[in-house]
């Protein structure tokens, strides 16, 4: 009868608080410990709802009916608790479930983990087979630790100071700033914060090091301190190495504030996901700059690329990993928090489905961001073996056991057909130690004690005391007794109640020590709102339950500047820096903590009578105390930043290093210097005009200048032109004698996309049932042209280029049929975005065109043809559908770079989100999509895509995306949205493209998280619009700005 009368109670707290506010299980349910508004009737519903048994909740109900009377009172109480009982039992069904759900992934991964390895050794020689299988075996070995071999690793020493490394580091939600940082202001400003600032200035210090980017969002919204709209800030100041040369004007560690979204509104990491390429070209743009003046200082005149990107939370390993696609720089990742361990927790409580977590989280959006994260990051680091083994294993793109197979291989020289899994490192988070105070034995602290509780008697004048010890002292009896330390906000995960329910019960231990309560700052608990009041309220109730008045001291206010001091008088988690031993939790972090200090003991947090006997041992236990003691000063160096940034420098270096290194030679590239600084120098000058074109087999430089302005201009301005013409009568190479392609001639080496200063792409998906190109297409290219050519001016400066699924080879003859000439467009983006051609460059005699070799090189990262091809016909064609298969290879699409099939059936057609989790899960990384009207499915690269080229023609033509204007139709290829979304302009052309791929594209919807709401930069017009109107609505984007 007592767990029912607890009941009644919680049942009658409900009625007292409003039986209105019980909202359907239809309507999302408000996360207590992640809003700032407290709703007790929802809290007793949680308490009722996870802490009771569904037959206890029927006996209250009959005890209910058998007690009833004709007050209004009973039968509401009677009517709640049906209404209880019910969310109990959809609780059980959303667990049950779930427990369905995790079953069926565990049954999945093995059955992939068998099958990828069945195709593994099936490359193998008869004496491999058994070394493979062998492999395997010892795989599936349990393990309690996941294991590296780096001993073959040189540590980051002195001796790299002559490397002078470009490292960029991403974390984009919160306030970030480098002094006076707000955390707490908001979930989004928390420790993270911190650690990048901190990360940031650290590795700026290394030896090696020249320049670090801190990049985060600008924010000029009035809402936030005018400092958040500054576009960038020193952390470090350039000054003299240890020899004391000066390092470089540029050198340092900087945050660099990139403008994207809403410029004048702050908002949470949760609506962020719309404007994430647009933040990627705003960087692109940064880099590329600081690239050419580091090239400048350091580099020898070339430019100096990005040792590393490295993305923090979800949404910024997303941008890091499309900027090291768009740059080939390696990428590094740190989850910091992960989206299927939320999505875990938020199942199991029952209180929301799917639907609602990701509404409310953005939680399917973020967990696909954390996968694409996995598949490009060459290093993924985490601060405990635990986040490796529990919240990693959770991911598609990561297994532990396939993971360690394809280590094997890779060490015996074995081809991973493409296969690949990410490197996780355990690197702990750095501290920062310069304001500890080594005190040995320090009896001058016992002094200090007896200064603040009124002790001394030698009439000396009192030291300066911390203000935060006097507010300590005056709630204890016995100062002098040894202090039990818990630091934290009042939350309920943090254990605190428990932790003060062991000191109360354990009378010895009151008896030997007191216990210091920091509890985040308050003034009136009754202002209060959110789930740490009822934290609060409970720890006065235990204390005045357990009479520990004078034990316990829970001070309402300290500063971050305090903790230092406050880690002087006490022991726990993190006092290891200040020599003193800790009693942590069992699970998790501090398990690597005690292992690497080995300065205190763990516990099971649910244990009280096992915190008590820990917290006992340590204090009565002298020679333990100070040995724990001693572990922590002689081992508290493995925390430091220095150590953290040694480390992680080391891993970084053992990734393979790439950075953007073109395979043409380009002898005329001091040309282009000259005729884009010349544009630049005359761009205010009037009736000036710099005339391109290609003549035959020949690119050609033509200008026309104002007689009068040239012979009047200024001297300096005459020299350009004077150079620029004399390199212009130089006689070309003979550009046979180039190996490999016969190339017509040097001149045509240069596209002339790269004196371009702007350029519309064509990426109209219009084709018919069979996947041909629509003849509407036609007329709607020759209206385009028209439209631009209405002005000279632009027309001069403006190139075209198409971007489509097509093979180059349908492309041209489309071109051909429609008598539209090939050398009108400047680039062709084929196949999916997985080649790019130039017509009038890199074409042979006979007039093929030939793929742009760089790009070829810059997309093929972890690419994999021949393991695609076997494994996607495997999985669009199980066994026993031979007869009628889903798809078919489509030879005549297909290239080096994509693997195209015929979809025979799309009803049988797995969606691309299907099939990419199934080729993440056996290590295949790859860029899937239909195409065509839904004719076809192409397996690109991971990094190639019709919008990831657009950023190459960036970095490699230096043609800005945000010149770019972009015409797609209402629907597409399931790339469409990757399109629509970034800093180049979007026109929209309505009723062109009337059936897409895009039905094919993913189960959950969540396009609104891709692509922006109210874009100024995305403007739609009718399909049958006008040359006239269509040069209008280019004119009216092109002065759209963020």
């Given at each position: 009868?007592?767990a029912?009368?607890?009941?009644?109670?919680y049942?009658?707290?409900?009625?007292d608080?409003?039986?209105?506010a019980?909202?359907?299980?239809h309507?999302?349910?408000?996360?207590?410990?992640?809003?700032?508004h407290?709703n007790?009737?929802?809290?007793?519903?949680?308490?009722?709802?996870?802490g009771?048994?569904?037959?206890?909740l029927h006996?209250?109900?009959?005890?209910?009916?058998?007690?009833?009377?004709a007050?209004?009172?009973?039968s509401r109480?009677?009517n709640m608790?049906?209404?209880?009982?019910?969310?109990?039992?959809?609780?059980k069904q959303?667990?049950?479930?779930?427990?369905?759900?995790?079953?069926?992934?565990?049954w999945?991964?093995e059955?992939?983990?068998?099958?990828?390895?069945?195709d593994l050794?099936?490359d193998?020689?008869?004496?491999e087979?058994?070394?493979?299988v062998?492999e395997?075996?010892?795989?599936?070995?349990?393990?309690?630790?996941f294991?590296?071999?780096?001993?073959n690793l040189?540590?980051w020493?002195?001796?790299?100071?002559?490397?002078?490394?470009?490292i960029?580091?991403?974390?984009?939600?919160?306030?970030?700033?480098?002094?006076?940082m707000e955390?707490?202001?908001?979930?989004?400003?928390?420790?993270?914060?911190?650690?990048?600032?901190?990360l940031?200035?650290?590795?700026a210090k290394m030896?090696?090091?020249?320049?670090?980017d801190?990049?985060?969002r600008?924010?000029l919204?009035?809402?936030?301190d005018?400092?958040?709209?500054?576009?960038?800030?020193?952390?470090?100041?350039a000054?003299?190495d240890?020899d004391?040369n000066?390092?470089?004007e540029?050198?340092?560690?900087?945050i660099?504030?990139?403008?994207?979204?809403p410029?004048?509104?702050?908002l949470h990491k949760?609506?962020l996901?719309?404007?994430i390429?647009?933040?990627?070209?705003?960087?692109?743009?940064?880099?590329l700059?600081?690239?050419?003046?580091?090239?400048?200082?350091?580099?020898?005149g070339?430019?100096?690329?990005?040792?590393v990107?490295h993305?923090h939370?979800?949404?910024?390993?997303?941008?890091?990993?499309?900027?090291?696609?768009?740059?080939?720089?390696?990428?590094?990742?740190?989850?910091?928090?992960l989206?299927?361990?939320?999505?875990?927790?938020?199942l199991?409580?029952?209180?929301q489905s799917?639907e609602?977590?990701n509404?409310?989280y953005?939680i399917m959006?973020r967990i696909?961001?954390?996968?694409?994260?996995?598949d490009?990051?060459e290093?993924?680091i985490?601060s405990t073996?635990?986040e490796?083994?529990?919240q990693?294993?959770?991911y598609d793109?990561?297994?532990?056991?396939?993971?360690?197979?394809?280590?094997?291989?890779a060490?015996?020289?074995?081809n991973?057909?493409?296969?690949?899994m990410p490197?996780m490192?355990?690197i702990p988070?750095?501290?920062?130690?310069?304001n500890?105070?080594v005190?040995?034995?320090?009896?001058?602290?016992?002094g200090?004690?007896?200064?603040?509780i009124?002790?001394?008697t030698d009439?000396?004048?009192?030291k300066?005391?911390p203000?935060?010890?006097?507010?300590?002292?005056r709630?204890?009896?016995n100062?002098h007794?040894p202090m039990?330390?818990?630091?934290?906000?009042?939350?309920?995960?943090?254990n605190i109640t428990?932790l003060?329910?062991?000191?109360g019960?354990?009378r010895p231990?009151r008896e030997?020590a007191?216990l210091?309560?920091?509890?985040?700052?308050?003034?009136?608990?009754?202002?209060?709102?959110?789930?740490?009041?009822?934290?609060?309220?409970t720890?006065l109730k235990?204390?005045?339950?357990?009479d520990l008045?004078?034990?316990?001291a829970?001070?309402?206010?300290?500063k971050?500047?305090d903790?230092?001091d406050?880690?002087?008088?006490?022991a726990k988690?993190?006092?290891?820096?200040?020599?003193?031993?800790m009693?942590?939790?069992?699970?998790?972090?501090?398990?690597?903590i005690?292992?690497?200090?080995n300065n205190?003991l763990?516990?099971?947090?649910h244990?009280?009578?096992?915190?008590?006997?820990?917290?006992?041992?340590l204090?009565?236990?002298?020679?333990?105390?100070?040995?724990?003691?001693?572990?922590?000063?002689?081992?508290i160096?493995?925390?430091?930043w220095?150590?953290?940034?040694r480390?992680?420098l080391t891993?970084?270096?053992a990734?393979?290093?790439?950075?953007?290194?073109?395979q043409?030679?380009?002898?005329?590239?001091?040309?282009?210097?000259?005729?884009s600084s010349?544009?630049?120098?005359?761009?205010?000058?009037q009736?000036?005009s710099l005339?391109?074109?290609?003549?035959g087999d020949?690119?050609?430089?033509?200008?026309?200048?104002?007689?009068?302005?040239?012979?009047?201009?200024e001297?300096e301005l005459?020299?350009q032109?004077?150079?620029?013409?004399s390199?212009i009568n130089?006689?070309?190479?003979n550009?046979?004698?180039?190996?490999?392609?016969?190339?017509e001639?040097v001149g045509?080496?240069y596209?002339?996309?790269?004196?371009?200063?702007g350029?519309v792409?064509l990426?109209?998906?219009?084709?018919d049932?069979?996947?041909?190109p629509?003849?509407?297409?036609?007329?709607?290219?020759?209206?385009?042209?028209?439209?631009?050519?209405l002005?000279a001016?632009?027309a001069?400066?403006?190139?075209?280029a198409?971007?489509t699924a097509?093979p180059v080879s349908?492309t041209?003859?489309?071109f051909k049929?429609?008598?539209?000439?090939?050398?009108?467009f400047d680039?062709?983006?084929?196949?999916?975005?997985s080649?790019?051609?130039y017509?009038?460059t890199?074409?042979?005699?006979?007039?093929?065109?030939?793929s742009?070799?760089?790009?070829?090189?810059?997309v093929?990262?972890?690419?994999g043809?021949?393991?695609?091809?076997?494994t996607?016909?495997k999985l669009?064609?199980?066994e026993?559908e031979?007869d009628?298969p889903?798809?078919?290879e489509?030879?005549?699409?297909?290239?080096?770079h994509?693997?195209?099939y015929?979809v025979?059936?799309?009803?049988?057609?797995?969606?691309?989100?299907?099939l990419r989790q199934?080729?993440r899960?056996?290590?295949?990384?790859?860029?899937?999509?239909y195409?065509?009207?839904?004719?076809?499915?192409?397996?690109?690269?991971?990094l190639?895509?019709r919008?990831?080229?657009?950023?190459?023609?960036?970095v490699?033509?230096?043609?800005n995306v945000?010149n770019?204007?972009?015409?797609v139709?209402?629907t597409g290829?399931?790339?469409y949205?990757?399109l629509i979304?970034?800093?180049?302009k979007?026109?929209?052309?309505?009723?062109v493209v009337?059936?897409g791929?895009?039905?094919?594209l993913?189960?959950m919807d969540?396009r609104?998280d891709?692509?922006?709401p109210?874009s100024?930069?995305?403007k739609s017009?009718?399909?049958?619009?006008?040359?006239?109107?269509?040069?209008?609505?280019?004119k009216?984007?092109?002065?759209?700005s963020?």
């Amino acid at each position: 009868m007592a767990a029912n009368e607890w009941i009644n109670g919680y049942l009658e707290a409900i009625l007292d608080s409003g039986a209105a506010a019980i909202e359907e299980q239809h309507k999302p349910a408000v996360d207590l410990r992640e809003r700032d508004h407290f709703n007790p009737t929802k809290y007793f519903v949680e308490e009722v709802v996870t802490g009771v048994d569904e037959t206890d909740l029927h006996r209250t109900w009959i005890k209910v009916v058998a007690t009833r009377n004709a007050r209004e009172r009973s039968s509401r109480l009677e009517n709640m608790c049906w209404r209880i009982w019910h969310l109990t039992r959809k609780k059980k069904q959303l667990e049950w479930e779930e427990l369905q759900r995790l079953a069926k992934r565990k049954w999945e991964r093995e059955l992939v983990r068998k099958d990828a390895t069945e195709d593994l050794v099936e490359d193998l020689s008869e004496g491999e087979k058994g070394d493979a299988v062998s492999e395997l075996i010892s795989a599936e070995t349990p393990r309690k630790t996941f294991q590296r071999d780096y001993s073959n690793l040189e540590v980051w020493s002195e001796d790299k100071k002559g490397k002078k490394l470009y490292i960029i580091l991403i974390s984009l939600h919160g306030l970030v700033r480098g002094e006076n940082m707000e955390l707490g202001r908001d979930s989004d400003t928390g420790g993270q914060v911190k650690y990048v600032v901190e990360l940031s200035r650290a590795l700026a210090k290394m030896p090696g090091v020249y320049r670090v980017d801190l990049f985060t969002r600008q924010v000029l919204s009035p809402e936030v301190d005018w400092s958040y709209g500054e576009p960038t800030e020193m952390l470090t100041t350039a000054g003299e190495d240890a020899d004391g040369n000066d390092v470089g004007e540029s050198s340092g560690a900087y945050i660099i504030r990139i403008p994207f979204g809403p410029r004048d509104k702050y908002l949470h990491k949760e609506l962020l996901w719309p404007y994430i390429q647009e933040f990627v070209d705003g960087s692109l743009a940064h880099i590329l700059n600081m690239s050419k003046v580091l090239g400048e200082q350091i580099g020898g005149g070339q430019p100096v690329w990005p040792y590393v990107i490295h993305g923090h939370y979800a949404d910024a390993g997303d941008s890091a990993a499309l900027l090291s696609g768009a740059l080939n720089v390696p990428m590094v990742l740190t989850g910091h928090s992960l989206g299927r361990n939320k999505l875990e927790q938020l199942l199991k409580q029952g209180r929301q489905s799917k639907e609602d977590i990701n509404s409310t989280y953005k939680i399917m959006r973020r967990i696909e961001a954390e996968e694409f994260s996995l598949d490009v990051a060459e290093l993924v680091i985490t601060s405990t073996q635990q986040e490796i083994e529990e919240q990693w294993g959770l991911y598609d793109g990561f297994d532990v056991k396939l993971e360690k197979v394809l280590r094997a291989r890779a060490r015996r020289g074995v081809n991973c057909h493409g296969r690949y899994m990410p490197r996780m490192v355990v690197i702990p988070p750095g501290m920062d130690f310069s304001n500890v105070v080594v005190q040995e034995d320090a009896p001058e602290i016992d002094g200090e004690i007896v200064s603040v509780i009124g002790g001394g008697t030698d009439g000396s004048s009192p030291k300066a005391i911390p203000t935060i010890w006097s507010d300590v002292m005056r709630f204890l009896t016995n100062p002098h007794k040894p202090m039990i330390l818990a630091l934290s906000r009042p939350d309920p995960k943090k254990n605190i109640t428990n932790l003060l329910k062991a000191f109360g019960e354990c009378r010895p231990l009151r008896e030997l020590a007191n216990l210091t309560l920091i509890m985040g700052n308050r003034d009136d608990i009754d202002e209060m709102t959110g789930p740490s009041v009822s934290v609060l309220v409970t720890v006065l109730k235990l204390i005045d339950k357990y009479d520990l008045y004078g034990q316990v001291a829970y001070p309402k206010h300290h500063k971050q500047a305090d903790v230092p001091d406050i880690y002087r008088l006490a022991a726990k988690t993190k006092a290891a820096a200040h020599g003193l031993p800790m009693v942590a939790t069992k699970n998790g972090g501090p398990v690597d903590i005690q292992r690497a200090l080995n300065n205190g003991l763990l516990v099971d947090p649910h244990d009280q009578k096992a915190i008590s006997d820990a917290l006992l041992k340590l204090v009565s236990e002298k020679n333990l105390w100070h040995e724990c003691r001693k572990n922590g000063w002689k081992n508290i160096h493995l925390y430091s930043w220095p150590e953290h940034c040694r480390t992680y420098l080391t891993k970084v270096a053992a990734c393979r290093m790439r950075h953007p290194q073109w395979q043409t030679d380009t002898p005329g590239d001091d040309i282009s210097s000259e005729v884009s600084s010349l544009n630049d120098s005359l761009k205010d000058v009037q009736d000036m005009s710099l005339r391109l074109s290609v003549d035959g087999d020949k690119a050609s430089l033509t200008g026309s200048l104002d007689p009068v302005a040239s012979s009047s201009g200024e001297p300096e301005l005459q020299d350009q032109v004077k150079q620029v013409l004399s390199k212009i009568n130089k006689p070309e190479t003979n550009s046979k004698e180039t190996e490999g392609v016969k190339l017509e001639n040097v001149g045509s080496k240069y596209p002339i996309l790269r004196r371009r200063r702007g350029l519309v792409v064509l990426t109209l998906d219009c084709y018919d049932s069979k996947g041909f190109p629509d003849k509407k297409m036609v007329q709607i290219i020759q209206d385009i042209f028209k439209a631009i050519r209405l002005d000279a001016q632009i027309a001069k400066l403006t190139g075209f280029a198409i971007s489509t699924a097509m093979p180059v080879s349908e492309t041209v003859e489309f071109f051909k049929s429609a008598k539209i000439q090939v050398n009108d467009f400047d680039a062709l983006i084929c196949g999916s975005g997985s080649e790019v051609y130039y017509p009038g460059t890199y074409t042979a005699e006979d007039g093929k065109l030939f793929s742009d070799p760089d790009y070829a090189s810059h997309v093929a990262f972890h690419w994999g043809y021949e393991g695609l091809k076997k494994t996607i016909c495997k999985l669009m064609n199980p066994e026993g559908e031979q007869d009628s298969p889903c798809v078919e290879e489509d030879m005549k699409s297909s290239n080096a770079h994509c693997v195209s099939y015929f979809v025979k059936d799309p009803t049988k057609a797995k969606k691309v989100d299907d099939l990419r989790q199934k080729l993440r899960m056996r290590g295949l990384r790859c860029h899937p999509m239909y195409c065509r009207n839904s004719t076809r499915i192409q397996v690109v690269p991971l990094l190639a895509s019709r919008a990831q080229a657009l950023r190459y023609l960036f970095v490699r033509w230096r043609l800005n995306v945000a010149n770019m204007f972009v015409i797609v139709g209402e629907t597409g290829d399931t790339d469409y949205e990757e399109l629509i979304a970034g800093a180049h302009k979007t026109l929209i052309m309505k009723e062109v493209v009337t059936e897409g791929s895009e039905a094919l594209l993913r189960t959950m919807d969540f396009r609104n998280d891709i692509v922006p709401p109210d874009s100024p930069l995305i403007k739609s017009i009718k399909g049958g619009a006008t040359p006239q109107e269509i040069s209008e609505a280019l004119k009216a984007l092109s002065k759209a700005s963020l």
